[in-house]
């Protein structure tokens, strides 16, 4: 039998003792702090000096549940030569500081709000197709901001302008009574856990915002692939007394020429999903 101390040292007592030092845990706990402030600077510094704002609201703005998660992705080289190059003419951070003027900010044209536009292939697409609307493009995703700056850029079309931010501070303290001629949600996020339901964008509340920044006879065109979100899309939107479905059957829409396939859809029809388009109009 081994010969054990008289006195044996209990198992972590050197911890132990390191961590009694007041001095020590204080020293410790501001390091901690301090790591912690240096994470939460470089999360709301800008990527691009010039470009979108990492936090364009700032944290002043009441806390609610989101549809959107904002992340960080690779920047190609390509898409930051777009950033620093057009965002300065072409690109507005939402920040809730002021109400916008459409008419000087395109020119005069009517004004169509997308939210939620992916890496941008499609909103360009359409700018370049209808030069005569306007296309405010919303999203939180610096590449696709980049990306959509490159490619209006490339087709020459001058029509877009790429707002970063919530969409929802947009809507309730940026935009103009009856100031928008139509709104476009392609392919938002589903949310497909039934405990997540409540971050969907398309909700009555969401609509409540929508309709007085929206021109009598102004145009909401919603499309997904997910089928329970489409049927609760379908139910809130015919549900709003502010808005009146098109299409005569009082259901879904044909698919509009002018909404070009997007990448979200693509995927969705590759998995055999089906894809579904909803027109109301703003009474």
């Known amino acids: 039998m081994s010969e054990q101390p008289l006195n044996p040292t209990p198992a972590g007592s050197h911890d132990a003792d390191a961590t009694s030092d007041p001095t020590a845990t204080d020293e410790a706990a501001t390091l901690r ?7 939460r600077r470089l999360r709301m510094e800008p990527r691009f000096p010039g470009g979108p704002a990492a936090d364009p609201a700032g944290s002043h703005h009441e806390r609610r549940i989101r549809s959107f998660q904002p992340r960080r992705s690779r920047v190609t080289t390509g898409q930051q030569d777009s950033l620093e190059r057009l965002w300065p003419t072409w690109g507005l951070d939402i920040d809730g500081k002021r109400v916008l003027d459409l008419a000087e900010l395109f020119d005069g ?4 709000l997308e939210i ?15 030069p005569g609307t306007g296309i405010l493009a919303v999203d939180v995703h610096t590449p696709g901001q980049g990306n959509l700056l490159g490619l209006a850029d490339k087709a020459g079309s001058t029509n877009v302008r790429v707002a970063n931010g919530d969409a929802v501070i947009l809507l309730r303290e940026m ?4 100031s928008l001629d139509g709104l476009r949600v392609y392919f938002p996020d589903p949310w497909p856990k039934a405990r997540h339901h409540k971050r969907r964008l398309i909700q009555p509340a969401f609509l409540d915002l929508v309709a007085p920044v929206l021109k009598p006879g102004a145009i909401v065109h919603c499309a997904t692939d997910w089928e329970p979100y489409a049927e ?3 139910e809130v939107l015919t549900a709003h007394p502010r808005f009146e479905n098109t299409a005569a059957d009082g259901g879904y829409a044909p698919r509009p020429a002018f909404r070009p396939l997007t990448r979200f859809e693509g995927q969705g029809l590759d998995k055999g999903h089906v894809v579904h388009d909803l027109l109301f109009a703003r009474v």
Do not use: H, I, K, N
């Open 33 to 39: 702090a301090a790591s912690f402030e240096r994470a």
């Open 109 to 112: 044209l009517p004004v169509v």
């Open 116 to 130: 939620g536009f992916g890496m941008g292939e499609a909103t360009a697409q359409m700018a370049a197709d209808d």
């Open 175 to 178: 935009l103009a009574p009856e």
């Open 232 to 234: 609760q899309m379908l």
